[in-house]
């Protein structure tokens, strides 16, 4: 059964959007591929922060996702791989939902927004780099017709992690 999915809007993160991805990614299940524990809310404002400097920059970022009431149930977005191993030099989309939120398609819908913003801004390709027994993201990959592209361990874990790759 194919329905539709639910309304979002994505936005710049704010200051006040720090406090509430605090709030909504305080759950074990939102954080298992996270570092398994719920982040500071120091964490959260230094990302806020290097996100909007990331738009500012490039026109795209890791966007606070609304839902139809404007309640910040998540982020979605690209910026460029963080990391000095993987894919160095590569923009990765990504995206984190409040538990309560999952299931209902908001990730699949602002996933797709964020390829269409990054398609304008001139990114000519994306990365998605998800642990492998992370099974909601990876389905989420392949509703947005990305394909596996490379199959790693990760340094700091040792997990094994699966790279997928959108031309756009």
């Not at 591929?33 to 996100?51: D, I, K, M, N, P």
Request: charged share 25%; aromatic share 8%.
């Amino acid at each position: 059964m194919n329905r539709a999915l639910p309304a979002v809007r994505l936005r710049v993160p704010t200051d006040e959007d720090a406090v509430a991805w605090h709030r909504t990614f305080d759950h074990p299940d939102v954080m298992e591929f996270h570092g398994g524990r719920s982040a500071e809310l120091s964490v959260y404002e230094e990302l806020t922060a290097r996100q909007r400097r990331h738009d500012a920059e490039r026109g795209f970022c890791l966007w606070t996702m609304l839902d139809a009431s404007d309640r910040v149930i998540g982020f979605t977005g690209a910026q460029p791989w963080p990391q000095d191993w993987g894919p160095k030099g590569e923009i990765e989309i990504g995206w984190r939902l409040g538990r309560e939120f999952w299931g209902q398609g908001y990730v699949t819908a602002a996933a797709g927004l964020t390829l269409e913003r990054v398609r304008a801004a001139g990114v000519p390709s994306v990365v998605a780099m998800v642990l492998a027994r992370n099974t909601r993201s990876i389905a989420v990959t392949r509703r947005l017709g990305m394909s596996l592209a490379e199959v790693f361990t990760t340094p700091s874990r040792e997990e094994e992690g699966h790279c997928y790759r959108l031309v756009l």
